[in-house]
């Protein structure tokens, strides 16, 4: 359940954050998640402003900044994209269900049951 899961996990995250890291720790006997989001990342960086735009925005009258130097350390231009649109579905299930189970050892068990009649009545 997402209690259990939550509760493995805030266990492992502060063994972490003391510093108590090892296969012992990544071995907790955690289920797994039914539900994970994982992404993939790549940075890619420039400078920003440019020199031009950075003394275009100064030279305004409501500028909050005195000097490149501060709106470059101060401004970030920040865009966020899927490295891909395709996803993923990764379903685990179960590949011998119980009523599989019940069927079969009934099956065997009429199977075993008619052979020992057949017999006795050979026998007989």
């Known amino acids: 359940s997402f209690i259990t899961h939550r509760t493995c996990t805030e266990g492992i995250m ?12 990544a071995r907790c006997g955690c289920i797994d998640s039914c539900v994970s989001t994982t992404y ?9 402003p440019s020199n031009a735009s950075a003394k275009a925005w100064i030279s305004q009258p409501d500028s909050l900044y005195k000097n490149t130097t501060d709106l470059k350390n101060n401004y970030i231009r920040l865009h966020v994209y ?4 395709a996803v993923e579905t990764v ?3 179960a590949s011998y269900s ?5 069927g079969d050892v ?4 009429g199977l075993f ?6 017999t006795l009545a050979e026998i007989i």
């Open 14 to 25: 502060k063994k972490i954050h003391h510093g108590d890291f090892s296969e012992r720790t």
């Open 40 to 48: 993939s990342s790549s940075l890619s960086r420039a400078e920003f």
């Open 82 to 85: 899927f490295e891909t649109m």
């Open 91 to 93: 379903e685990k299930v």
């Open 98 to 102: 119980m009523q599989n189970l019940l």
């Open 106 to 109: 009934g099956g065997n068990l």
């Open 113 to 118: 049951i008619g052979a020992s009649v057949a």
